[in-house]
């Protein structure tokens, strides 16, 4: 099973700022088959980013994933109010699909 | 647009079987999979299993010896059951469509483990 440790597990930043989280992996993901999801309290995860860069449809261009490998990360180039939530990456290139434990982004 | 929506009891007794039911609206059931994700409370997300509608499944092996996964294509939902329960299975359950990422979820239910 691919573990998927998630760095800083919170991230205090002011709306406006740059926000950079990290997801390492402790094997390599098949394909850079990576996702990340933004969930907000009592609501289900929201699909960001997939195959470590591409976007979901509707999602802002503020939003972009990178890496490859082992390594993933995932940058919010400005803070919108709105953008301070719960952050999961997870991988579907092998069986069993897991998830990191997250990072808050929180308002500093 | 394809809506997703869990049902089923919100209360579980402790070496019972949880049975939820997904309904899916908006979209067809076929020629997709149909995956089930737990989240405990305050805590991340773990993968349980998926079905494609043809009714071939894979499970997490953490889970394997006690999950079934299902599908009903003529009333458009899939099932979970989770046998011999205990309070390490209250979470909220989601289902989602896919088998990779997933973009489409219901909104989740909370299902308590407690005598």
């Known amino acids: 099973e691919i573990v998927l440790t998630q760095s800083p597990g919170t991230l205090s930043l002011s709306p406006g700022e740059r926000a950079t989280l990290s997801c390492r992996a402790s094997q390599n993901v098949n394909n850079n088959y990576l996702a990340w999801y933004q969930q907000k309290p009592g609501q289900a995860p929201r699909l960001l980013i997939y195959?470590?860069?591409s976007r979901a449809t509707g999602i802002p261009d503020r939003f972009s994933g990178s890496g490859s490998g082992t390594d993933f990360t995932l940058t919010i180039s400005r803070l919108e109010p709105e953008d301070f939530a719960v952050y999961h990456c997870q991988q579907y290139g092998n069986s069993p699909r897991t998830f990191g434990q997250g990072t808050k982004v929180e308002i500093k | 647009q394809v809506q997703l929506q869990e049902s089923g009891p919100g209360l579980a007794k402790p070496s019972e079987t949880l049975s939820l039911t997904c309904t899916v609206s908006?979209?067809?059931?076929?020629?997709?999979?149909w995956s089930w994700i737990r989240q405990p409370p305050g805590k991340g997300l773990e993968w349980i299993g998926y079905?494609?509608?043809?009714?071939?499944?894979d499970y997490n092996p953490s889970l394997k010896s006690r999950v079934t996964i299902s599908v009903d294509t003529s009333n458009s939902q899939s099932s979970l059951k989770l046998s011999s329960v205990t309070a390490a299975d209250t979470a909220v359950y989601y289902c989602?469509?896919?088998?990779?990422?997933?973009?489409?979820w219901g909104q989740g239910t909370l299902v308590t483990v407690s005598s």
């Open positions: 989602t469509r896919g088998s990779g990422w997933y973009f489409y």
């Open positions: 079905i494609y509608y043809s009714g071939s499944t």
């Open positions: 195959g470590a860069s």
């Open positions: 908006g979209g067809s059931i076929n020629s997709n999979y």
